[in-house]
């Protein structure tokens, strides 16, 4: 191989960013232990905002985006796989300051790799992406403080239009929790519930300040992809001994709160880090995708594009006009 197919982001002299889909030099793969060829990939925030020239995304142009891959093992310099293996590629540094997904072959340390489970093909694996591994953590976190029966347990998940949400809408679901979908799209409340959602609550009035210390309980915890307003207001509104997830910052990264619903009802905030975990835990989150979190529409939970549809999107998702997870196909 002398030459691959990438899409890449490129900065010009002015510090103006734009996306082209090139040839590039087998020899500018950086050193790894293995080389993949890539069949599906993915879109996720993050590579919206690379493409921006985002710097905690990337310092390193022209960059290849891109956080996640499935593909096929070409050659593994440490003999953990052999050639045909299929594997995964997750977060750390890949699609960040080391080119990412967005091309026909990658390189990359063991580390950050996980063998695709059985139960799991490479395109449902990328349908899932970082948007499902960060739905599986969440759930991982909530159950650590889970005090109900599931099925009596009424979960919020705002952004739920969204591939994180929506992903975690449909897992939900399966898992049995009465699903409060909480969106923004007044369009899309047919798909929440068919994905699974119990109730639809309109986002708006939720992204907006309130004053007051506390909100009615409404649900018993909540899966949070906005961040800002929206968060203090979820977790506001959440039951005793309740636990909010933050996981994302669609609408805002900062949030300014009072610390009443932390000593008067006991709530808990958790984080998620989908990107830095502990490899042989992801391997673990990507089994249970495989497995007892996998909804059964999965396969159909995606919109398929090429390639050359990806700079479209990324515009799309950074507008916040996007809904549920992009598919990218590689190779066949
Ligand atoms: N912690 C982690 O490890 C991790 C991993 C993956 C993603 N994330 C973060 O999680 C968030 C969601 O990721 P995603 O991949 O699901 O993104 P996405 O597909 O773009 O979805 C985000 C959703 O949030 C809502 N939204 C977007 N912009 C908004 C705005 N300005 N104000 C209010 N609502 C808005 C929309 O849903 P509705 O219209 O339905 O309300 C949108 O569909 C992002 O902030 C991402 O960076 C974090």
Known sequence: MQEYRALRIHRDANDTFSVAIESVAAATLP???ILVRVHYSDL???????????PGVSRNFPHTPGIDAAGVVVEDATGQYRPGD?????????????????????????????????QLDLREAMIYGTAGLTAAMCFDKL?????KAINETRLLISGASGGVGSLAIAMAAKLGYQVVAMSGKA????????????????????????????????WDCAIDTL?????????KATEREGSVVACGLAANAGFSATVYPFILRGVALLGVDSAEQPND????????????LKPAALKSM??????????NILEKMRAGDSQGRYLVRIAD
């Open 31 to 33: 050193d790894g232990d």
């Open 44 to 54: 996720n925030y993050k590579d919206a905002l690379g493409a921006t020239g985002n």
């Open 86 to 118: 299929r594997i995964l590629i997750s977060g750390y540094d890949f699609g960040m300051n080391s080119p990412g997904g967005l091309a026909e072959y990658c390189r990359v340390p063991l580390q950050w790799t996980c063998p695709c489970p059985p």
């Open 143 to 147: 159950a650590r403080l889970q005090h």
């Open 187 to 218: 369009h899309a409340h047919k798909r929440l519930y068919e994905l699974g959602a119990t109730e639809v609550v309109a986002a708006d009035e939720w992204l907006l300040a309130n004053k007051k210390a506390l909100l009615r309980p409404s």
């Open 227 to 235: 961040g800002g307003d929206a968060l203090f207001n979820i977790i």
């Open 281 to 292: 835990y992801k391997c673990k989150l990507w089994l249970r995708l495989a497995t007892d």
């Open 302 to 311: 995606c919109e398929e594009v090429s390639l050359e549809q990806v700079p």
